[in-house]
């Protein structure tokens, strides 16, 4: 189809080049009519070009709708594809979710378990990579007051 559409786009550009040449070069027309037998009398030689030209114009429009309808329906069934395929996917999550749900030891939706382990805070490094800032520790207000601050412990 592609072949076609560029032949039929490629005649029409020729009949259009020639068409100009004629209307714009009397000689040129002459000369053509002439050469396929015409003769000299231009409304012959006009109808001919005006007969051509609707014959390219038809078929040029022939293919583009003929282009344009193959490319809806491949449109459409890509799109088709695509649908099946998100619905396959969607089942197959639901499936995975309904497996794992099963496989959870007295699991009741909406609730949340905690490993049985205590999770331990790891110290911090006492010292890191060349170049690293070391890591900063949360203090809280203590008795002792702080430096160059009014943090005189009430009592």
Excluded at 103 to 128: F, I, N
Aim: proline share 10%; charged share 20%.
């Amino acid at each position: 189809m592609l072949f076609l559409k560029r032949l039929t786009t490629i005649l029409v550009m020729i009949y259009l080049l020639l068409a100009l040449l004629f209307i714009f070069s009397p000689a040129a027309r002459d000369t053509f009519a002439s050469s396929i037998g015409l003769g000299t009398e231009p409304s012959a030689f006009y109808y001919t070009l005006f007969v051509t030209g609707v014959v390219l114009l038809a078929a040029l429009l022939l293919v583009e709708n003929i282009d344009s309808v193959l490319l809806r329906r491949s449109v459409t069934q890509q799109e088709g594809k695509i649908n099946e395929l998100k619905a396959r996917l969607y089942d197959h999550q639901i499936e995975q979710r309904e497996r794992d749900f099963q496989q959870r030891p007295g699991t009741v939706p909406g609730t949340t378990t905690y490993p049985d382990t205590p999770l331990t805070p790891t110290p911090p490094a006492s010292t890191g990579p060349a170049g690293s800032i070391p890591r900063r520790t949360t203090v809280y207000p203590s008795d002792e007051p702080t430096p160059g601050t009014d943090n005189s412990p009430t009592r």
